[in-house]
């Protein structure tokens, strides 16, 4: 006696978990992650982030202290950012080429501690520094000036390479800015200081937390639609990911995460390269909040979500639960 559909059993290779672990084809583990630290003045500070439950700011000792538990977990990279107080915000955002601000201190407080054996990503944009939030210059009009900011851009990524930053990471959107940052880190001996490119950096309503976190939330009238991407575009991403390509970028980063899998998947196909996602503040938010109203397993739906990206193409992950989720990977 045969079973009715011999040929057709797909489900035979699931009934057991050694036959599951077998034939798995997308292994996530804590080397996959980039952990998002939100950096504070002070000593001794942890300031809870409200609109991200689980997250909170941290004085730079406090940031080593997160360092060197990435270290212990696996994790490779910390993603920083600083909770720029407002007095040292400006129009201009002159703060972020200050090589004594938040950012700079607290690199250099983590490679004293830690040397090679993290590496630390520093994001370049404006908005933790602007008065008004936003990423680059304003003209009169309030319209965000591209070859400007370009230019503050450069100056911003070269202080943060002589701070010891291993991975500049531009979030700011603006045209030309990876070949013009690849450029003055070639010429002002950085050569071997990374670039991961925001390439397809989505205008997206997910960012709210964040903006809460780096404290340029409240300040931000209007929106960044001028220069981030329209949601509804795709065709665009790859255009924007073949420029940065061409431009020096040696990683691109599709941002949000979760609901832009098929930006994640096209790039991969069409250029082979390393694609990162950033699972964003309000993905992290929505998570936490869905366990929260008891609408599921938190750990379950933060690793359900986190195997997706890597299934879709991506090299790793930025995401706020990287020291929970390393902690779950190394059992
Ligand atoms: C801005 C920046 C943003 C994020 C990272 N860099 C927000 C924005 O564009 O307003 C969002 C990250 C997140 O939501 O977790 N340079």
Redesign the pocket.
């Known amino acids: 006696m045969t079973g009715r559909y011999p040929n057709t059993r797909l489900r035979r290779t699931r009934a057991t978990g050694w036959s599951r672990a077998l034939h798995r084809e997308t292994l996530l583990t804590p080397a996959d992650l980039i952990w998002?630290l939100f950096i504070t003045e002070g000593e001794g500070v942890e300031e809870p982030i409200s609109s991200l439950p689980g997250v909170s700011r941290w004085s730079i000792d406090g940031i080593v202290a997160r360092a060197k538990e990435a270290v212990s977990l696996g994790v490779p990279v910390l993603a920083l950012?600083p909770n720029t107080q407002p007095e040292r915000r400006s129009d201009d955002g002159a703060e972020a080429l200050n090589p004594d601000n938040l950012m700079c201190r607290a690199i250099r407080a983590i490679k004293d501690a830690c040397g090679d054996d993290i590496g630390v990503l520093t994001?370049v944009?404006?908005?933790?520094y602007t008065a008004h939030?936003q990423?680059g210059l304003l003209d009169d009009r309030g319209y965000v000036v591209n070859d400007e900011t370009v230019a503050v851009l450069v100056d911003q990524a070269l202080n943060q390479a002589k701070a010891g930053a291993d991975i500049i990471a531009p979030?700011?959107?603006m045209d030309g800015r990876i070949g013009a940052i690849r450029m003055a880190l070639e010429m002002g001996e950085h050569r071997n200081v990374q670039i991961m490119s925001?390439a397809a950096?989505y205008?997206?309503a997910?960012?709210?937390?964040?903006?809460d976190?780096?404290g340029?939330g409240g300040l931000?009238k209007g929106d960044?639609k001028s220069y981030?991407m329209d949601p509804a575009n795709s065709d665009e991403a790859l255009r924007e990911v073949e420029l940065d390509i061409a431009e020096g970028a040696d990683s691109v980063m599709v941002?949000?995460g979760l609901a832009y899998l098929d930006i994640i998947y096209r790039v991969k196909r069409a250029f082979g390269v390393p694609v990162f996602a950033?699972?964003?503040?309000?993905?992290?938010a929505m998570i936490e909040a869905a366990a929260g109203v008891g609408a599921g397993d938190r750990d379950a739906l933060l690793m359900e979500k986190l195997l997706a990206f890597k299934r879709a193409g991506c090299s790793g992950i930025?995401t706020?639960h990287a020291p929970v989720a390393a902690k779950l990977l190394n059992g």
């Open positions: 998002p950012f994001d944009a404006l908005d933790p939030g990423d979030s700011d959107m925001y950096k205008a997206s997910f960012y709210g937390p964040f903006r976190a780096v340029s931000l960044k981030q941002k949000p950033y699972q964003v503040s309000g993905e992290y930025l706020y």
